[in-house]
């Protein structure tokens, strides 16, 4: 049987490099991993009465002031109720005192986010 002896400066320097490639692939895994998207939020509006065009228009502009237009109504929203649709970069503090005024409006019923798709 043929006697195999190790260098030990040999294994050490074999070390160091799988080390070394091991932390630039992690490295680069870690930088390059797309970010998760979070969705964005819907908020659902039932309306007291179904709304007439002048009415739509006044709650239109009503959510403009307070949103600043950065929502848009669902297309599948109808004249009793609204989805807005508003985006993920609004934070939960601005979106819980959006809710509470929509609230106290005297044409809404109730009003609801749909929290389905939150990330908790």
């Not at 030990?8 to 680069?28: D, H, N, R, V, Y």
Request: aromatic share 10%; with cysteine; glycine share 2%.
């Amino acid at each position: 049987m043929a006697a195999y002896f190790i260098d030990p400066e040999s294994t050490l320097g074999t070390c160091i490099k799988a080390f070394l490639l091991l932390f630039i692939a992690f490295f680069l895994m870690e930088t390059g991993r797309p970010l998760i998207a979070q969705p964005e939020l819907r908020i659902i509006i039932q309306f007291q009465q179904t709304l007439t065009q002048e009415s739509s228009d006044e709650f239109d502009r009503y959510l403009e002031n307070l949103l600043k237009n950065n929502y848009k109504v669902a297309d599948h929203s109808s004249n009793n109720r609204w989805i807005l649709i508003i985006p993920s970069t609004l934070s939960d503090n601005v979106i819980n005192d959006v809710i509470k005024n929509i609230k106290n409006n005297t044409k809404v019923k109730y009003v609801e986010s749909d929290q389905l798709l939150r990330k908790q």
